[in-house]
Every structure is written in structure tokens, then in C-alpha cells.
């Protein structure tokens, strides 16, 4: 169909994927993403071991998206190896974040005969936390270059990472930089959820959730033209890599603007955790008509295009 692309030489029926962390901790989100029309699926970012995350309420919806503090909870590498092993049928990317340097290297040195085998692929999330009192590794941009470095020296396939937003071009050229000298690193996914925010209910006086006195990741309307921006930027700076867009995505309006600003796929985290999986057939409905009122056969033929006055 008109939606068809393919992604590192994978063919998928549409760009469109959820947001790791959303709808991909069990096996019962899982099933819920492989049934639906995704044209591709992504699990929750896990660690070595199992984890709990954060006491709850740990998310909330907000009048413009959402706001989380989740603290990673995960079933563990494991079981995401293991359903990796399993799946059959649409393309799958394994999130990966480790605790630490050395659990990101295991865990890549794990999952590589998996992805070898199975076609899998890993998507490196560089908001992982770092040494209590350092900014998380996407904004600390030494040992960034230092984990890429690690995890390609032992991941000698391709791989794509998950990153924070950025707001300052000097970090855009800085960040692109050190993607540009790590050959494995084939695609970007921009952006993680903005970082700290704090959602505040006037009739109660009181935080949206309960981890890290009500500060948590935003996510929905309120990030789209970062997303959107974040991008643009890796976009014009790596044409070697491609980008994958998310943030902000709640119909095919939204989608249609990260292809334009040179989004090869388009994840979808909030709206798809607010509407359910039945989102990916409004989506893709809304996409084809909007790709035929424009005249567009391909998703060639419009991706990166963004005009400039
Ligand atoms: C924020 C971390 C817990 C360090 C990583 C997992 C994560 C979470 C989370 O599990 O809280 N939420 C997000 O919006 N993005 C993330 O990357």
C-alpha cells in the first residue's frame, strides 16, 4: 500500500510503532502491539535484572499529553531476549537501558546473536540514568561518546539510540558530532519525554504523580515542536543515519510533520497510551487519505522535504 517503507532493510505495511515504554512491558501489552496494525513494535527499555519502578501514581495525563515517572519498571533483559526469539511477523526493536555502562555492554552482547537471527533491533535509550549527580548520558556528552564506543566495539550490528531532547544548536552539533563517528549507530530516535517537568492540580493543590515530588517526563501536545525540531536537526546533521520521530503524535497531521522534517518512522507514546491500540488503524486511515489529497504515491516522496522560507 501507499504507507509501505522499508527501515534498514526491513519492509514495513506503515511507519508507525508505539513509543518504548508504552503498551510493551508484558507479555499481555505485547500481544495488544503485535495484533495491531503497527506497522512495526518496540519493548519497554529494560535492565539486567527485573525491576518494580516507582510507587504509583507514577503516570498521569495532563491537559496538553502526560507526565511519568515510571523508575523503568521491566521484566528484565531476559524475557525481552526471549520474546524477541519468539516473535514472528512485524518488525521488532528491543529498548535497551541499563543501569550502568557495563549492563548496557552485557546486555548488547547478549542480544546480538538474537539480532542476528531474528532481524531484531536495538535501540540504545541515552536517558539512562548515569553516576548519581551527573546529568542523565544523553547530556553528558563524554561519556555518551564513551558508551558508544563500548557498545559498538561489541555490537557489530546496527543499532539506533533513543535520545533526550535537546534545545541549544551548540548541543545539536556537538551530539551529532559523536554520531557521526560511530558507523553502527544507524538511526536516531528523537525525542525522549522532556525531562523534569511538573503537572499541577489546581482543585487539589497537589502533583500528578508520586515519584520525585511530582516531577516527571512530559509527553503529548506539549513536545511536539521540540520533537519536531530535534528531528529536523539530526536530520540536516547525520544524512548518513536515519531519524525516527516521536513526540507529539496524535493523528496523521502530526505524523505527516515528522516525515516532512525527515522522520523515516513515527512513534507514538501518549495518544497511544490514551486512546489503546486501535489508534494505529485511525492513523494509518488518516494518513492514506492525507497522502492522496496531496498527490503523494510513496512516503519517499515527501520525507525530508520541509520547506524553508
Ligand atoms: C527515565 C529513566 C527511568 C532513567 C529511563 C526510562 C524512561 C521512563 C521511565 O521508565 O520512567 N520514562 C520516560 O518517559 N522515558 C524513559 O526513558
Redesign the pocket.
Known amino acids: 500500500g501507499a504507507l509501505t517503507t522499508t527501515f534498514l532493510g526491513h519492509q514495513v505495511s506503515n511507519p508507525f510503532l508505539n513509543a518504548a515504554?508504552v503498551l510493551c512491558r508484558t507479555p499481555e501489552d505485547l500481544l495488544q502491539l503485535a495484533s495491531s496494525v503497527s506497522g512495526s513494535m518496540i519493548t519497554k527499555?529494560c535492565t539486567v535484572e527485573p525491576r518494580e519502578?516507582n510507587p504509583e501514581p507514577r503516570y498521569a495525563a495532563a491537559p496538553y499529553g502526560s507526565i511519568?515517572?515510571?523508575?523503568?519498571?521491566n521484566l528484565g533483559f531476559e524475557f525481552y531476549k526471549q520474546f524477541a526469539v519468539e516473535h514472528r511477523g512485524k518488525l521488532l526493536f528491543i529498548s535497551v537501558?541499563g543501569m550502568s555502562m557495563d549492563e548496557n555492554v552485557k546486555m548488547a552482547k547478549d542480544l546480538l546473536p538474537v539480532a542476528k537471527e531474528t532481524g531484531c533491533i536495538m535501540e540504545l535509550?541515552l536517558?539512562?540514568?548515569n553516576v548519581p549527580g551527573k546529568p542523565?548520558v544523553g547530556y553528558d556528552f563524554t561519556t555518551m561518546r564513551e558508551y558508544l564506543q563500548r557498545v559498538s566495539s561489541v555490537y557489530d550490528a546496527p543499532f539506533g539510540v533513543k535520545l533526550p531532547p535537546y534545545f541549544d544548536i551548540a548541543h545539536f552539533d556537538q551530539a551529532a558530532a559523536i554520531f557521526n563517528e560511530i558507523p553502527q549507530v544507524a538511526f536516531l530516535t528523537c525525542v525522549?519525554?522532556l525531562g523534569n517537568g511538573l503537572v499541577i492540580d489546581v482543585d487539589t493543590e497537589t502533583v500528578a504523580i508520586k515519584p520525585k515530588d511530582g516531577f516527571g517526563?512530559l509527553?503529548g501536545r506539549y513536545i511536539l515542536p521540540t520533537a519536531l525540531a530535534n528531528v529536523n536537526a539530526f536530520y540536516r546533521r547525520c544524512p548518513t543515519k536515519l531519524v525516527v520521530g516521536c513526540g507529539g503524535v496524535y493523528s496523521a497531521n502530526e505524523a505527516f510533520q515528522h516525515i516532512l522534517a525527515g522522520a523515516s518512522l513515527v512513534q507514538v507514546g501518549t495518544a497511544l497510551h490514551e486512546e489503546g491500540p486501535q489508534i494505529f488503524q485511525r492513523v494509518v486511515d488518516e494518513f492514506a487519505l492525507l497522502m492522496r489529497a496531496k498527490g503523494y504515491n510513496t512516503i519517499d516522496d515527501f520525507k525530508g522535504k520541509l520547506k524553508t522560507l
Not at 511519568?68 to 519498571?73: A, C, D, E, Q, T
Request: glycine share 26%.
Open positions: 515504554g527499555s519502578g511519568n515517572s515510571m523508575g523503568l519498571p537501558s535509550n536517558s539512562c540514568p542523565q525522549n519525554s517526563g509527553g
